[in-house]
Nanobody, 119 residues
């Protein structure tokens, strides 16, 4: 099993920056892809960004491309999401997810951290 704990959310104004972190514990050696998703009230969960264990393959949703940067520190078992130029539409609960090497799905999810961007 793997446990994921997010941190770094908060209330900011449009145009500000925030950095989210996700700390993994447990069977971290089994993890390949780690990613960030978000869910706004009344909306479905949506993909934000993901990064493979090597850090070579990185993908972003079009809505955050150029503003958000995902990074990973395998030695510390953490994945971060640097969010710049935040917009009110970025308001959501942000969730960290991890997929095992042998899996095509995300097998583990964190509880989420709230990001609120005021206009």
């Amino acid at each position: 099993q793997v446990q994921l704990v997010e941190s770094g959310g908060g209330l900011v104004q449009a145009g500000d920056s925030l950095r989210l972190s996700c700390a993994a514990s447990g069977r971290t050696f089994s993890i390949n892809t780690m990613g960030w998703f978000r869910q706004a009230p009344g909306k479905e969960r949506e993909f934000v960004a993901r990064i493979t264990r090597s850090g070579v393959n990185i993908y972003y949703a079009d809505s955050v491309k150029g503003r958000f940067t995902i990074s990973r520190d395998n030695a510390k078992n953490t994945v971060s999401l640097q969010m710049n130029s935040l917009k009110p539409e970025d308001t959501a609960v942000y969730l960290c997810a991890a997929g095992e090497i042998s899996s095509i799905h995300y097998d583990y999810w964190g509880q989420g951290t709230q990001v609120t961007v005021s206009s």
